[in-house]
């Protein structure tokens, strides 16, 4: 059914600076001026039936952006017989008010409490407060969520031994204890740089940002940074492992066949590369040539140590490596450093051994051949023995 409205008699509370409030945040915080409005609009309707104790759900409150006026009203509906007082009224009265009123039309009363310009500005106030604040967290939100996987400067804020946090300007940033370095140590008022790996939002709405020293994402923007080539493109990190604050392997590949992609990357006279390890605090970085050949990748992923072979099981993606004797330690690594490393870099399982192990082995199994063939040779002549037995019996 169609809608007449009451003619208004009382005038509205004056609401023109609040009108013009929200014409400047739309176009300085771009808040958008309608949502705000009907935001201020519901929140008007709860402030005014918890202050005037009414539970009416035909109350609304609506601000005319044209005259910056607010109104409160009442809507009744027209019926015959008026059971509720509150939400109905009846034809006849209706009629006395504009004789065009029909049933089931709406009827809407102003309702026009004299505390209630103070109750709405102070409502208003806080409304247009959380909706700043919201927009505020939505506009750093979408600015840090597109900066995930770069690398950001910020201060250092607290370093108490557990998660350093650190100011980026318009927002703090968490590095906690296992995105740290082990051989780093932070203090309060250090210039550092660490890399985005998380943006979340939290539970009421604040941005919250996670920061690493210790991803593999850090050597790789490192690099980017550094090398023109490869933010360009003509030179592509084929991946990255890294033991943080000790060592990385950096495998780079690029199709021009003109381009060394690692000479290019360390640079003349290491300068490159250096840059790179001073960011890192001296961490070394082998810088190895990419290669679709497994045997090839694998060997030179294990570089500063020489490989004499590469054996290949395509469908266990595992790799034999056979190395010199005097080599074998530094192609394990301290601890195993360097064979990690190497199996993290190419994705495939390592198996190293020296050239006397892999005689040894060889030999054993020679051995265990030579057996297996000997019992078998002796259960062969066994068996003939009995046949022949059988035979002249």
Partial sequence: MKKKN??????????????????????TNGINKDFLMQSIESALVVAYKRNFDCSDENVKVILDKNDGQMHVYQEKEVVE??????????????QKINTNYEMGDKVEFELMPKEFGRIAAQTARQVITQKIREASRDVIFSE???????????????????????????????????????????????????????????????????????STELVRKLFE??????????????????????????????????????????????IRIQNIINELNGEKIDVIEWNEDPSIYISTALLPAKVLAVDIKEDERFAQVIVPDDQLSLAI?????????????????????????????????????????????????????????????
């Fill in 144 to 214: 840090f969520v597109d900066k995930k996987g770069e690398i950001i400067t910020g201060l250092v804020q607290k370093a108490d031994g557990g998660a350093v946090v650190m100011d980026l300007g318009r927002i703090e940033g968490i590095m906690p204890k296992k995105e740290q370095v082990p051989t780093e140590t932070y203090h309060v008022n250090d210039k550092i740089r660490a890399c985005i790996i998380s943006v979340e939002k939290g539970v009421k709405g604040s941005t919250q940002i996670i920061l690493s020293r210790a």
């Fill in 225 to 270: 940074i550094e090398i023109p080539e490869i933010y360009e493109g003509v030179i592509e990190i084929k991946s990255v492992s890294r033991d943080p604050g000790s060592r990385s392997k950096v495998a780079v590949y690029s199709p021009n066949p003109n381009i060394d992609p690692v000479g290019s990357c360390v640079g003349q006279k290491g």
């Fill in 81 to 94: 017989n008026v059971e509720n007082s509150k939400q109905q009224i009846s034809l006849e009265e209706a």
């Fill in 6 to 27: 009451l003619k208004v008699v009382n005038k509205g509370i004056d609401t023109t600076e609040l009108i013009m409030a929200m014409d400047e945040l739309e176009k």
């Fill in 333 to 393: 690594g301290k601890g195993g450093q360097n064979a990690k490393l190497a199996a993290k870099l190419t994705n495939w399982k390592i198996d190293i051994k020296s050239e006397s192990q892999f005689r040894q082995m060889l030999e054993e199994m020679n051995s265990e051949n030579s057996e297996e063939i000997e019992n078998s040779e002796n259960l062969e002549n066994s068996e003939n023995s009995v046949e022949t037995e059988s035979e002249e019996e």
